[in-house]
């Protein structure tokens, strides 16, 4: 049996669906004829049963006007259960069916509201703390760079509460996380599998928990995953360049959701998203390089300044190798 709020969504989703459409159909009625072969037997004005309705759809919905639907479920669930939809529409239809529904409104969106909260706040810290253990100056001004950051991300976020923040909700959603989370774990396993050692990250966890893994998991660090990792890179980027992103749209023509491709700039921000994502990761392997050299290079410099390599055209002239003859003015003055 299932739950009580799945039940209640479902239930919701069918009178929603029922209602609108016949809502539809009792506005064509006023707006033309409609042949009597096509008029339902069921009072279509009142209350009308899921099944009856679905099977006078099956008959006839095709030809009759009015953009009717078939009530599948199936079908709303994916169009209205999902994202921002899944909090803000069907949650809330189900819970206005709830004795009681206000105090169960309250509840959920303090709810809501606590965990947006608590997730910028883990957000922020994950951003704020290593650049500031990184750069001194930073620290020394924490408090400053952590009003400059939540402004930053205020005046972002209100991209998102425009007319059509939906849309770049579900970009940013779809293409500033799917495709740079796999290059960065892909980075990580490559890291810590091949350049740190699968061997001594092992030694690592023994040494924190007191038992060593299966040696099972060296291989599948260095092999299996990574390998997994790129194929399924791979198929990602191949998928994104054979066929072009899509979003859905409400068609008022048709009175439904449709794909539409997206334009050229949108194609141009998800590329800039993909690449801002991903960055960090192969700046910080160049700025350690370049570090690396420079400490080296000063070393260098430092002892060859320290040890100077003689040559075979130095000429050294000091008390013990002058054995030139003795002037003869300094002979006479001598005897």
């Not at 100077?308 to 006479?332: N, Y």
């Amino acid at each position: 049996m299932p739950p009580a709020g799945s039940s209640l969504l479902q239930l919701r989703l069918h009178m929603s669906s029922l209602l609108s459409n016949m809502k539809a159909f009792s506005d064509q009625l006023l707006r033309s004829d409609v042949d009597a072969a096509l008029m339902p037997s069921f009072n279509f004005s009142g209350s009308v049963a899921l099944e009856v309705y679905r099977d006078w759809f099956h008959r006839h919905g095709n030809q009759a006007p009015g953009n009717l639907t078939d009530c599948d479920l199936e079908k709303e669930m994916q169009q209205g259960v999902e994202g921002a939809g899944l909090a803000f529409i069907a949650f809330t239809e189900a819970m206005a069916l709830l004795p009681g529904s206000p105090f169960w409104s309250a509840l959920f969106f303090l709810m809501l509201l606590n965990l947006g909260l608590s997730t910028m706040f883990g957000t922020m810290e994950g951003i704020l703390a290593p650049l500031s253990e990184r750069f001194p100056a930073l620290a020394n001004n924490k408090s400053k760079f952590t009003i400059l950051s939540c402004s930053v991300g205020f005046l972002l976020g209100l991209l998102f509460s425009q007319r059509c923040g939906s849309y770049f909700v579900m970009m940013f959603d779809d293409y500033s996380a799917t495709l740079p989370l796999i290059i960065v774990v892909l980075f990580e396993t490559f890291s810590v599998s091949w350049l740190y050692g699968a061997d001594r990250f092992l030694d690592d966890i023994e040494a924190m928990l007191g038992w060593r893994p299966h040696v099972i998991y060296k291989y599948l660090w260095k092999y299996i995953c990574l390998l997994a990792m790129l194929g399924l890179l791979g198929a990602t980027t191949i998928r994104m360049f054979i066929k072009r992103p899509t979003y859905l749209a409400w068609s008022q023509e048709t009175g439904s959701q449709v794909d539409l491709p997206y334009p050229g700039w949108a194609l141009a921000v998800m590329a800039s998203l993909i690449v801002f994502a991903m960055m960090p990761v192969p700046v910080g392997l160049l700025h350690a390089v370049l570090r690396d050299r420079t400490k080296r290079a000063a070393r260098d410099a430092q002892a060859a300044g320290r040890y100077r390599i003689v040559g075979s055209d130095d000429r050294w002239e000091t008390a013990m190798t002058d054995v030139s003859p003795p002037s003869h003015g300094t002979a006479a003055s001598a005897s």
